[in-house]
């Protein structure tokens, strides 16, 4: 059982935009920041975007991330198949002084 | 660039004892904190534990304290992950990782490649 709550699955159509979404807690998502992480099958897994919106060097712009509360969004526009992953969100526990993950949300690209 | 290596994938027995390893170039063992990530077989990530490079000092998942060692060799840039007594419930891959910047809760930026443990009778 993950600490933060992703749904499991989502789909979308080539150039479409679609949402992930990821829900915490006051102790997580409440008081600190929110990262994301793309892990294409068989791969570690990548840092997509962190604290909140930012993007490492090389991920496209396409990808952008927001917070409000205790939830956070990872949002791919102009959808592509090599966008076909697993996507993680991160953030801090301050009750476990430690990261906690989302379960991970499984992105078919129809 | 940081590089992360770990050592290759193991199969053991229940009771039997492990060490994994991850050997980062560059700078990448020299400030930021040092991870090690669980992901069982088709499951989500779990912080096992993390070790703090200027100083040694490890803080552990309370639900891996007790279970794993995690420890640091800086003369030679290598993290360990280490079990005395496997269980079949360790079956896993396991990453190390460094935070991308400093700071106490800095994101998990650079991964290893994973290490494969399988732990069966």
């Known amino acids: 059982q993950s600490v933060l709550t992703q749904p499991p699955s989502a789909s979308g159509t080539p150039g479409q935009r679609v949402t992930l979404s990821c829900s915490g807690s006051s102790s997580n998502i409440g008081s600190n920041s929110v990262h994301w992480y793309q892990q294409l099958p068989g791969t570690a897994p990548k840092l997509l975007i962190y604290?909140?919106?930012q993007r490492p060097s090389g991920v496209p712009d396409r990808f952008s991330g927001s917070k409000s509360g205790t939830s956070a969004s990872l949002a791919i526009s102009g959808l592509q198949s090599e966008d076909e992953a697993s996507y993680y969100c991160?953030?801090?526990?301050?009750?476990?002084?430690?990261?906690?993950f989302g379960g991970g949300t499984k992105l078919t690209v129809l | 660039e940081v590089q992360l290596v770990q050592s290759g994938a193991e199969v053991k027995k229940p009771g039997e004892s492990l060490t994994i390893s991850c050997q980062g170039s560059g700078n990448s063992f020299d400030n930021y904190w040092i991870y090690w990530v669980r992901q069982m077989p088709g499951t989500g990530l779990q912080w096992v534990g993390r070790v703090n490079p200027e100083d040694s000092y490890v803080t552990y998942n309370p639900s891996f304290q007790g279970h794993v060692t995690i420890s640091l060799v800086k003369s030679t840039n290598t993290a360990y992950l280490q079990w005395s007594t496997l269980r079949a419930s360790d079956t896993a891959i396991y990453y190390c990782a460094t935070a991308l910047y400093g700071g106490n809760k800095a994101p998990i930026g650079f991964w290893g490649q994973g290490t494969l443990v399988t732990v069966s009778s």
């Open positions: 991160a953030s801090w526990d301050g009750s476990l002084n430690g990261p906690v």
């Open positions: 604290s909140i919106n």
